[in-house]
């Protein structure tokens, strides 16, 4: 009988349900299951192969590729017999990325950073070498308005989102950053070798977090942590800045853990896959 629900199965018309009583169509899943996994398969694949790396019966796994070569989204060699995926998912990624509504869709990340815990919170992003805030959520005190502003622009070398950045820095783009801007000392804090520079980079690697200690502003301190994007490089930071008064480091250490699930959440919006 169609709409006949089994409660303790939680299936209706064939389409399960979650917990929140939402149905999800289990043909999608699988269409989305198999085309997932051909990305992982770096060479042509026989069906058989295909079929055997996902744990799915031949049958199924070919009605699916026949709809996929319909749509042009598989060829199938016909020297081999092996399919492979085409480059119209770079194009759907291609128009995704252009239309995806960056920096938008994180602006709830620092909007719960601030409600959680009562200080300013910003998403930035890098251009030219440099840091530009793009979004900011203020904390109660207004203390540090002055030192964040939408459009303002930081060094990499002294902020926290700025050395999440570095991490995707070459050698030779550090060498670059240097000539173009030098590594200026702010204040006695400021980190201002390249060798140094290179050990606080690794640190950051190490921890999944970035700290500015009072190295750009005299008695502000922050923690920062990244957004990947889908190639797995650094696309923006989310930061946290307060008086160092309210913001000692066993604090940071101690919230750590909250600021990475922030940071893994906002880079799976960003398509980032943790595998």
């Known amino acids: 009988m169609i709409g006949y629900m089994d409660h303790k199965k939680g299936v209706v018309a064939g389409k399960k349900w979650n917990s929140a009583g939402v149905k999800k169509n289990q043909s999608l899943r699988k269409a989305l299951h198999i085309l997932e996994g051909m990305t992982t398969i770096h060479t042509p694949a026989r069906l058989q192969d295909i079929a055997q790396s996902l744990g799915m019966p031949q049958s199924t796994v070919l009605r699916f590729l026949n709809t996929y070569s319909d749509f042009g989204y598989v060829q199938q060699d016909p020297a081999t017999a092996c399919y492979y995926l085409t480059?119209?998912?770079?194009?759907?990624?291609?128009?995704?990325?252009?239309?995806?509504?960056?920096?938008h869709s994180l602006l709830k990340y620092i909007k719960q950073i601030a409600r959680t815990f009562q200080e300013s919170s910003s998403l930035c992003v890098e251009q030219d070498m440099q840091m530009v805030y793009i979004a900011i959520e203020e904390g109660p005190d207004r203390t540090l308005q002055t030192l964040q502003r939408i459009g303002k622009i930081a060094p990499m070398h002294a902020t926290g989102v700025g050395k999440l950045h570095l991490m995707n820095y070459s050698e030779k783009q550090l060498a670059a950053l240097e000539q173009k801007y030098g590594l200026p000392q702010y204040t006695s804090h400021t980190i201002h070798t390249r060798d140094a520079l290179k050990t606080e980079i690794e640190r950051v690697k190490q921890n999944g977090y970035a700290?500015?200690?009072?190295?750009?502003?005299?008695?502000?301190?922050?923690i920062a942590v990244p957004v990947r994007d889908y190639t797995g490089k650094v696309a923006a930071g989310i930061s946290m800045s307060a008086p160092v008064t309210r913001l000692d480091m066993p604090k940071i250490a101690e919230i750590a853990g909250f600021f990475k699930d922030i940071s893994r959440k906002a880079s799976l919006e960003l398509g980032w896959d943790p595998r």
Do not use: I
Not at 88 to 97: P, V
Not at 211 to 222: H, K, L, S, T
């Open 211 to 222: 700290v500015d200690d009072q190295e750009c502003e005299v008695g502000v301190r922050c």
């Open 87 to 103: 480059l119209k998912l770079t194009e759907l990624g291609l128009r995704t990325k252009d239309h995806f509504p960056f920096p």
